[in-house]
């Protein structure tokens, strides 16, 4: 996909011209320059160098008279669902992009791009090559404050016939394959580890990059051999930053060998150098997981501090942007009690991405056909993983298992349940009905679903396309027991998603605990004549339906029915159990609806067939 189409050349312009431009702006080289009548194709080596170059060049630079257009060069059997948008405004919220994304179509994945330029760059997969189309329609030269959107397709492997399967070399080997080459970012090591993998993520300050690497590479070689890791220093990310982000593949024990190595390294030259004292150590986390590494009233970080000896602070939940979506984890103490918090550390983030994952395969077939990789709703706990050399900041490609912290970032919209049986969503062929949901949170979680000056609830409304209302704590709904209650208004997409949203607030904010899920009770009405439906004969039904959801179902015997002739049932659970008993409750609604209809119509009609 580094392939790009050089346009609207004059005839007059040769090879050495454009390679001439190229230096003359210093970007990168290209590896192939194929010159034809008026136009041209370059190869360059990686993704980065080639949105350098549309972003410097196309529709800005002349070359013999004429100014120059630069694209993707995508063959036509190739331009399918994958599509680039540049020229993204740093400080645009992920929810708002996921919006803007899903209006045309179920997006399936997105991916960040580490580039050098100050506007993100997002590589997007959408269901459908039609969708795909209508994106690239829509958004091109979409205008976003006072950037203007530019969309273009990229490859897309899986649109390729069979026989277009990469190319392996001689012997059989496949070209991805090799040994310690450095990569364009600088990174060394064994081949890529198991995709499972768990990778650890640390700063290094920039004046010791040099040392970690050695003369040729040497160092850097050396502790991959002796660890048996893959090192990744992204020494290209954030020019002129103080610290460089480093990415270690390998097991627990592999990683914190190389982290020792890497620290013994900066310590011995800050002393030589006498740069500084003591070199502490920063750990990049993901937020998703940053919520259980600190542990409920901050108990997990007390407890490694205590043990180890050592200080931790992790920096401020303002410092994350589109570009910057990890915090960063500073332990201060001796080269050995860091090492040794760095383990207990590396240990809690582990731990708290495979119960993610344990938990989301478990729920995967609660809901039929739901698309999980098109959620866009959590914020941890999904399974993709890391890119083997990615910098900071980069969303990760998809992978069947492992570490994802970015599915937050990925989008949703209308295909949220894939291809929806009934019991999925009802009345898909006409207008989705609005539904109303009471979800009943703690009190001091309030402030975090608000936001600062309310943001957070506005961006999470629009998200998700729903009302949603926090009922003051005066007000008689809220309740004694330290809860108040959401109201969210919307049709069952837009539950899903705001109630998604909420829930993984509140794992993210911290107020469960590391290893608890989070609970929520929520109530939903139901017509007074379907109560009985949902109980069953004998509380059948009901007890069905907690054995099938996990969720603890009531329908609180003894209620008067309200001005609209219903009556509340209550659920709690985790979110993917409350959103299935939810959708199987809904679905009961509507037979017995159907049922009265038909009744009501089989009535109206009888009396034309009395004798």
């Known amino acids: 996909m580094n392939k790009l189409y050089v346009g609207n050349l004059s005839p007059s312009v040769t090879v050495e011209d454009l390679k001439e431009l190229f230096g003359e702006k210093k970007l990168p080289v290209a590896d192939q320059v194929l010159l034809k009548s008026g136009y041209a194709f370059v190869d360059f080596p990686d993704q980065n160098s080639a949105i350098k170059v549309i972003e410097t060049l196309s529709g800005n630079v002349e070359l013999h008279g004429k100014v120059i257009e630069i694209d993707y060069s995508v063959p036509r059997k190739l331009r399918s669902r994958k599509i680039q948008i540049r020229n993204i405004p740093p400080d645009l919220q992920w929810e708002v992009l996921d919006g803007l994304l899903?209006?045309?179509?179920?997006?399936?994945?997105?991916?960040?791009?580490?580039?050098?330029?100050?506007?993100?760059?997002?590589?997007?997969?959408?269901?459908?090559?039609?969708?795909?189309?209508?994106a690239i329609e829509k958004l091109t030269g979409h205008q976003f404050e006072d950037y203007s959107f530019k969309?273009?397709?990229?490859?897309?492997?899986?649109?390729?016939?069979?026989?277009?399967?990469?190319?392996?070399?001689?012997?059989?080997?496949?070209?991805?394959?090799?040994?310690?080459?450095?990569?364009?970012?600088?990174?060394?090591?064994?081949?890529?580890?198991?995709?499972?993998?768990?990778?650890?993520?640390?700063?290094?300050?920039?004046?010791?990059?040099?040392?970690?690497?050695?003369?040729?590479?040497?160092?850097?070689?050396?502790?991959?051999?002796?660890?048996?890791?893959?090192?990744?220093?992204?020494?290209?990310?954030?020019?002129?930053?103080?610290?460089?982000?480093?990415?270690?593949?390998s097991t627990p024990e592999g990683c914190s060998a190389a982290c020792r190595m890497?620290?013994?390294?900066?310590?011995?030259?800050?002393?030589?150098?006498?740069?500084?004292?003591?070199?502490?150590?920063?750990?990049?986390?993901?937020?998703?997981?940053?919520?259980?590494?600190?542990?409920?009233?901050?108990?997990?970080?007390?407890?490694?501090?205590?043990d180890t000896g050592t200080k931790i602070t992790i920096s401020s939940l303002h410092d994350l942007t589109i570009h910057n979506l990890e915090r960063i984890v500073t332990v201060k103490g001796t080269l050995d009690d860091c090492c040794k918090a760095q383990v207990e550390i590396l240990k809690k983030l582990i731990e708290a991405s495979e119960n993610d994952i344990a938990a989301m395969n478990q729920q995967a077939n609660l809901i039929p056909g739901l698309n999980l990789n098109a959620l866009g709703i959590f914020s941890s706990g999904l399974p993709m993983l890391p890119p083997a050399a990615g910098p900071r900041c980069a969303v990760p490609h998809m992978a069947p298992a492992g570490y994802n912290p970015f599915l937050s970032h990925s989008s949703h919209l209308s295909g949220l349940y894939g291809g929806p049986p009934a019991s999925a969503i009802t009345h898909q062929h006409s207008t989705p009905e609005q539904e109303v949901v009471y979800l009943f949170i703690p009190t001091q979680a309030v402030g975090a679903l608000i936001g600062k000056k309310g943001q957070h609830i506005k961006q999470l409304a629009h998200f998700a396309g729903a009302s949603i209302k926090i009922a003051p704590a005066e007000n008689p709904d809220s309740r004694m027991d330290g809860e108040r209650m959401v109201t969210i208004t919307g049709n069952a997409e837009a539950q899903f998603k705001a109630q998604g949203r909420i829930f993984g607030k509140l794992k993210e904010e911290n107020f469960f605990s590391a290893k608890e899920e989070v609970k929520l009770e929520t109530h939903i009405k139901v017509p007074s004549t379907a109560a009985g439906r949902v109980i069953g004969k004998g509380g059948k039904t009901v007890n069905e339906l907690q054995n099938l959801t996990s969720a603890e179902v009531i329908v609180p015997r003894d209620q008067t029915p309200d001005e609209n002739d219903e009556v509340f049932v209550k659920i709690s659970g985790h979110f993917f159990a409350s959103q299935t008993a939810q959708r199987k409750i809904r679905e009961i609604i509507q037979q017995v609806k159907q049922q009265e209809q038909k009744h009501q119509q089989g009535t109206a009609v009888s009396p034309h067939h009395v004798k």
């Open 102 to 134: 899903a209006q045309y179509g179920t997006v399936e994945n997105v991916e960040q791009v580490n580039t050098d330029t100050e506007t993100a760059v997002v590589n997007v997969t959408y269901a459908t090559k039609e969708e795909a189309k209508e």
């Open 151 to 249: 969309v273009s397709y990229i490859v897309d492997m899986d649109a390729a016939p069979p026989d277009q399967a990469p190319r392996t070399r001689r012997g059989g080997r496949s070209s991805r394959e090799g040994g310690s080459q450095p990569g364009p970012s600088g990174d060394y090591g064994s081949p890529r580890t198991r995709q499972h993998d768990f990778p650890l993520r640390m700063l290094a300050l920039s004046q010791f990059v040099g040392a970690i690497i050695g003369k040729e590479g040497l160092t850097i070689k050396n502790i991959t051999k002796q660890t048996q890791s893959k090192v990744d220093i992204h020494r290209k990310e954030n020019a002129g930053a103080a610290e460089k982000p480093i990415t270690i593949h």
């Open 262 to 306: 890497i620290l013994d390294i900066m310590q011995k030259e800050a002393n030589e150098t006498k740069t500084t004292e003591d070199i502490p150590l920063k750990i990049l986390a993901h937020n998703s997981l940053v919520g259980r590494l600190i542990g409920k009233e901050g108990r997990n970080l007390k407890k490694i501090e205590e």
